[in-house]
C-alpha cells in the first residue's frame, strides 16, 4: 500500500469519526455494533476534548493522543474495507486487527481516565 492511501483512509475514518459514524456499517463484527460505535465515538470524543483544550499535563496529552489515533484505526478496521487495515509505517506496512485495537482502546482508556482522576 502507498503512503497515499494510508494516508486517504486516515482522512476518511476521522472524517467519520467526526460525523459521528452516521451511513457507516460495521464490516468486521467482534461485537454488537452499537455498543462498539458507541465505546469508539465516546473515546473519539473524550480524547479529542483533551487534545484540543490543552490544559492537561504532557503524559496526559500523550495518552490522550494515543486513543485518538488509535479509534481511527479501529474505525478504519471496523467501517472500511480490507485494505483500510493496512497501515504505512517507517515505510513499512502493518496489517491492523480489530480486536487488538480495541484491547489497546480500552487499556489507554482506563489509563487515561486513572491519569485524570489522580490527576
Known amino acids: 500500500m502507498s503512503k497515499e492511501l494510508d494516508d486517504k483512509y486516515h482522512r476518511l475514518a476521522l472524517e467519520a469519526l467526526h460525523r459521528g459514524l452516521?451511513?457507516?456499517?460495521?464490516?468486521?463484527?467482534?461485537?454488537?455494533?452499537?455498543?462498539?460505535?458507541?465505546?469508539v465515538l465516546r473515546a473519539f470524543e473524550f480524547s479529542g476534548d483533551i487534545l484540543r483544550n490543552n490544559q492537561e499535563s504532557q503524559h496526559v496529552r500523550m495518552v490522550a493522543d494515543t486513543v485518538?489515533?488509535?479509534c481511527i484505526r479501529l474505525a478504519r478496521c471496523l467501517y472500511f474495507s480490507g485494505e483500510a487495515s493496512t497501515l504505512v509505517l517507517h515505510e513499512n506496512e502493518?496489517?491492523?486487527?480489530?480486536?487488538?485495537?480495541?484491547?489497546?482502546?480500552?487499556?489507554?482508556?482506563?489509563?487515561?481516565?486513572t491519569l485524570l482522576d489522580n490527576g
Not at 452516521?22 to 465505546?39: A, C, N, P, R, Y
Not at 502493518?94 to 481516565?113: C, F, G, P, Y
Open 94 to 113: 502493518h496489517i491492523l486487527d480489530a480486536e487488538s485495537q480495541l484491547v489497546t482502546l480500552r487499556r489507554n482508556m482506563s489509563h487515561l481516565k
Open 22 to 39: 452516521v451511513g457507516h456499517e460495521l464490516q468486521v463484527q467482534i461485537g454488537d455494533e452499537e455498543t462498539i460505535s458507541t465505546e
Open 68 to 70: 485518538f489515533e488509535t
